[in-house]
């Protein structure tokens, strides 16, 4: 099992442009969720997907961000125009029910100059 | 709102030297209450689920509690290899059915020859 893939591993980009960051799941995953890390907030939820639709996208900070799922082994989590407190560790996880453990990729590290 | 607070924020400890780490959470609703450990640049990795009061988990020198009051991991004589972040998250059950784990800022344990 290869695991949650996610690219690209750090991103560095300048404030206004767009970022995309991808993830694809453990094969057979239903659920997938995008969190950000940063050192004062710890890990915060920003979206999640059940058998590819957004069920609860209440923790997504503004309209800059956006992600979609459009298939079972794909997803994207879109931040345009980007902004230097955008910047922070987001990782994509997935598990294969509600309840159970979520297995984390190992994050992609965007920095907004 | 839901909070999940982790104590200490960092632990310093001799090899050998056990000791505990504490979860507490202001939350409705709780479905499971799930151990992570994280190590730099990586994602957070599943230790341990626990459910309901009374249950225990064991993973070689790591031990979950989870009574009506406390949340503890327990380090019986840890290691070196041992050092990492401690994450604890509480799975909340969503109106509607879906749920969110909420995680804590962690825990960031060095161990020491």
């Known amino acids: 099992d290869a695991g949650v893939i996610q690219s690209p591993r750090h991103e560095v980009t300048e404030m206004g442009q767009e970022v995309t960051l991808r993830c694809k799941p453990i094969s057979g995953h239903d659920y997938l969720f995008w969190y950000r890390q940063t050192m004062m907030r710890g890990l915060e939820l920003l979206i999640y997907f059940n058998n590819n639709v957004p069920i609860d996208d209440s923790g997504m900070p503004e309209d800059r961000f956006s992600a979609k799922m459009p298939n079972a082994s794909f997803s994207t989590l879109k931040i345009q125009p980007s902004e230097p407190r955008d910047s922070a560790v987001y990782f994509c996880?997935?598990?294969?029910?509600?309840?159970?453990?979520?297995?984390f990729g190992n994050g992609t590290r965007l920095t907004v100059t | 709102e839901d909070q999940v607070t982790q104590s200490p924020e960092a632990l310093r400890l001799q090899e050998g030297e056990s000791s505990s780490l504490n979860c507490s959470y202001t939350?409705?609703?709780?479905?499971?209450l799930f151990w992570y450990r994280q190590d730099p640049g990586k994602g957070p990795e599943f230790l341990f689920t626990l459910y309901s009061a009374g249950e225990e988990k064991e993973k070689e020198r790591l031990k979950a509690t989870l009574t009506k009051k406390e949340r503890f991991l327990h380090l019986t004589a840890p290691k070196p290899e041992d050092s990492a972040t401690y994450l604890c998250?509480?799975?909340?059950?969503?109106?509607?059915?879906?749920?969110?784990?909420?995680f804590g800022t962690g825990t960031q344990l060095k161990v020491e020859l």
């Open positions: 998250a509480a799975n909340l059950i969503l109106t509607g059915g879906g749920n969110k784990l909420t």
């Open positions: 939350v409705s609703g709780l479905r499971g």
């Open positions: 996880a997935s598990s294969d029910s509600g309840n159970s453990p979520l297995h």
